[in-house]
């Protein structure tokens, strides 16, 4: 039996079906350097699949039958993809089947931002509503009709324009390496430089790959750069963002708030001020997080890791490059 060792996230009922076919071990909030039980199976392994396991030259040089990892996300930032061609070994992940789920969750911490959403709810339940009409100091700011930035216009940030567009009749400006024709036609989207954008945007929303380029690209420069009145998203990683440039911005009135699904270190530390800025509304990397669509990817990096460890071509390889020096070896 192929062995496969499975690391922080997969649903249920997909660990259990492979277990049916896979000596299977699943381990949560280890330390992969450190853990015993968990360096030992890496010796033997086949597969790994999983969320966010760093998987690096030091980690391979302890797994010398690896065939495949199988992220249990879309984003990769945590493989370094290069080694892992070197050595001839796939890896996949799962794009698509959570588009519209991560693009809803960005959109509503958005619009609870500028409305103010979690502060109200907040506001009612600890008994503060005593007049019929809550005042001034509690108003939002509109969304609609206004400018929204993206940055990285990948198949999310097109289903974030999507809802932008054509359900809050908000412009759409976009800031990527390539542009991209069908935001464009159907969206009305407007290629612009990073600079522009910041600029002129009501709300700049990151959506970009966490990669070596992108790492700390929004920093002291570019929140200066953006409106006073204007509020940033993040739905990419923690680490795009210079996080103590931020918290600066929010805490010098550079900009008006801010909605955060990431951050540079998850869990979050208690004591990061972020935590207590009432414009500030956090949620915890949630993005892809319906019962429908982490069934849905759980099943799909099942697919690529089943496929792969049968010797076939898995439908979402990383870098297909990888493909040719495997089928080699067959
Ligand atoms: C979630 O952040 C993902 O990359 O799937």
Redesign the pocket.
């Known amino acids: 039996m192929k062995k496969v060792i499975v690391y922080n996230r997969l649903e249920k009922p997909v660990l259990e079906r492979l277990k049916k076919n896979y000596d299977v071990h699943f381990f949560k909030d280890i330390d992969p350097k450190t853990n015993e039980d968990f360096l030992q199976h890496l010796q033997d392994t086949d597969g790994i699949m999983g969320l966010e396991l760093n998987v690096n030259k030091e980690l391979l040089d302890h797994a010398p039958n690896l065939k495949i990892v199988s992220n249990v ?3 990769y930032n945590n493989l370094d993809v290069e080694e892992l061609t070197k050595r001839g070994i796939l890896a996949t992940n ?1 794009p698509g089947v ?1 588009n519209d789920t ?1 693009a809803d969750t960005i959109f509503g911490i958005l619009m609870a931002a500028a409305r103010r959403i979690p502060e109200l709810d907040q506001y009612v339940k600890s008994g503060n509503w005593q007049t019929a009409v809550a005042g001034p100091e509690y108003y939002g700011t509109d969304v609609h009709h206004k400018k929204l930035g993206i940055i990285g216009m990948g198949r999310i940030g097109q289903a974030i324009a999507k809802r932008a567009h054509l359900g809050f009749d908000m412009d759409i400006l976009y800031h990527t390496r390539t542009r991209k024709q069908e935001a464009e036609e159907k969206y009305h989207a407007t290629h612009c430089s990073l600079e522009g954008l910041l600029k002129q945007s009501d709300f700049v929303c990151l959506m970009t790959p966490l990669t070596p380029e992108t790492e700390g690209m929004i920093g002291k420069k570019e929140f200066e750069l953006m409106k006073k009145s204007a509020f940033f998203v993040n739905g990419s990683r923690g680490k795009t963002v210079v996080e103590k440039e931020l918290i600066s911005a929010l805490q010098n009135g550079k900009i008006a708030g801010a909605a955060l699904d ?1 951050f540079d270190q998850e869990p979050i530390q208690p004591d990061n001020p972020l935590l207590t800025m009432k414009n500030v509304v956090t949620t915890p ?1 949630v ?2 997080s319906t019962a429908e669509t982490e069934r849905a ?1 759980s099943e799909l990096a099942a697919k690529n890791l089943e496929t792969g460890l049968n010797g076939n071509r898995p439908p979402n390889l990383i870098d297909s490059s990888v493909w040719d020096k495997v089928k080699q070896s067959f």
């Open positions: 996300s879309v984003g799962t959570l991560v990431v990397h993005g892809s990817m």
